[in-house]
């Protein structure tokens, strides 16, 4: 089966930190660029982060840039997303979606829930 | 550019003909213009790219037209599945990818 799953949401405080697994199962996920995604409570979706896959090209929503890293481990079929000096405009919930050739993202994990608050 | 679908809300019944609008604030290529479906607890699920092509395994109810600045998703007989929240989505540069507001598909 194809799919991605996302782990290490949880709480946090302002200001803290927090790493953000996603592992594709599958398919090949060093043959694709990957992106997070999050969805704020009742709110709608806002790219974060892109990767391409070979790491060199690397991208963030300007809200981020400075705070969250964006990396990849394609020996292990692995994303993350590190993200330090947390908000609470940073509670959503962050999904990791692959790329299809740089139009549109057709896989998406299940998602994990990041919140941040004192 | 900016994405705003209309309208926020539609509500129908099954077997009618949905139709969602998204217009863009400056001209999108219709290669980078998708469209998702997101139902309450799940992740979103590509419906259509390229403005017009359907992703793998989505039925032949759902499709995409439009070009330019004007886009419409049309679900020509809505299932009891379909009522779910849809987004556009166009691939760009700073930020890569835009979305929409959502559009909410209700039972009437």
């Known amino acids: 089966e194809v799919k991605l799953v996302e782990s290490g949401g949880g709480l946090v405080k302002p200001g803290g930190s927090l790493r953000l697994s996603c592992a594709g199962s599958?398919?090949?996920?060093?043959?694709?660029?990957m992106n997070w995604v999050r969805q704020a409570p009742g709110k709608g979706l806002e790219w974060v982060s892109s990767?391409?896959?070979?790491?060199?090209?690397?991208y963030y929503t300007e809200s981020v840039k400075g705070r969250f890293t964006i990396s990849r481990d394609n020996a292990k079929n692995s994303l993350y997303l590190h993200m330090s000096s947390l908000r609470a405009e940073d509670t959503a919930v962050y999904y990791c979606?692959?790329?299809?050739?740089?139009?549109?993202?057709?896989?998406w994990g299940q998602g994990t829930m990041v919140t941040i608050s004192s | 550019s900016v994405l705003t679908q209309s309208p926020g809300t539609l509500s129908l019944s099954p077997g009618e003909r949905a139709t969602l609008s998204c217009r863009a604030s400056?001209?999108?290529?219709?290669?980078?213009l998708a469209w998702y479906q997101q139902k309450p607890g799940q992740a979103p699920r590509l419906l259509i790219y390229?403005?017009?092509t359907r992703a793998t395994g989505i039925p032949d109810r759902f499709s995409g037209s439009g070009s330019g600045t004007d886009f419409t998703l049309t679900i020509s007989r809505l299932e009891p599945e379909d009522f779910a929240v849809y987004y556009c989505?166009?691939?760009?540069?700073?930020?890569?990818?835009?979305f929409g507001q959502g559009t909410k598909l209700e039972l009437k």
């Open positions: 400056q001209s999108v290529s219709s290669s980078y």
């Open positions: 979606a692959r790329d299809l050739r740089r139009v549109a993202l057709d896989l």
């Open positions: 990767i391409s896959s070979n790491s060199r090209y690397i």
């Open positions: 599958g398919f090949t996920l060093s043959n694709h660029y």
């Open positions: 390229g403005a017009s």
């Open positions: 989505q166009q691939y760009g540069t700073s930020p890569e990818y835009t």
